[in-house]
């Protein structure tokens, strides 16, 4: 985007994404994701008309999977003795990071056949928002 609070101009029905970002089809070494053709600059002198906000403009739907299993179980009248075990990431999927949405104009680099930046670049080795499958197991003992 061009310049403070100025916003480039969306092109109708020229669809925004190259890729479903929700197939877990996407190669983020050798596919950009976000179209650039979408997008075209504010005419010189002018503010775009485009929104800052779009609601068909989302990236991949992430789903928090988890799951807990638990028993409780009575030794005396006043004890207890408790077992819990909790999963995250419990179907251990493959979540990536968000693509750049930077400027639509930015040149694609590519580095030995690698892609490296662009609109639409998925840096895969990015920050991930979920971590593969883990657990832990609570034992709790009340008297």
Not at 60 to 87: C, D, T, W, Y
Request: hydrophobic share 35%.
């Amino acid at each position: 985007m061009l310049g403070f609070g100025t916003y480039q101009n969306r092109v109708p029905g020229v669809p925004l994404y190259l890729k479903d970002l929700n197939c877990h089809c996407i190669d983020p070494t050798k596919q950009l994701v976000l179209n650039p053709a979408a997008w075209t600059d504010a005419t010189p002198a002018t503010f775009g008309t485009a929104a800052p906000f779009y609601s068909d403009y989302r990236f991949e739907r992430r789903p928090g999977e988890q799951m807990s299993l638990g028993r409780s179980f009575r030794l005396k009248e006043s004890m207890f003795f408790q077992v819990r075990a909790e999963f995250f990431n419990i179907f251990n999927r493959t979540y990536l990071p968000n693509p750049s949405t930077g400027n639509p104009l930015a040149a694609t680099t590519m580095s030995n056949g690698v892609l490296t930046g662009g609109f639409g670049y998925i840096n895969p080795f990015g920050s991930l928002f979920f971590q593969p499958r883990n657990g832990q197991l609570v034992a709790r003992f009340q008297w």
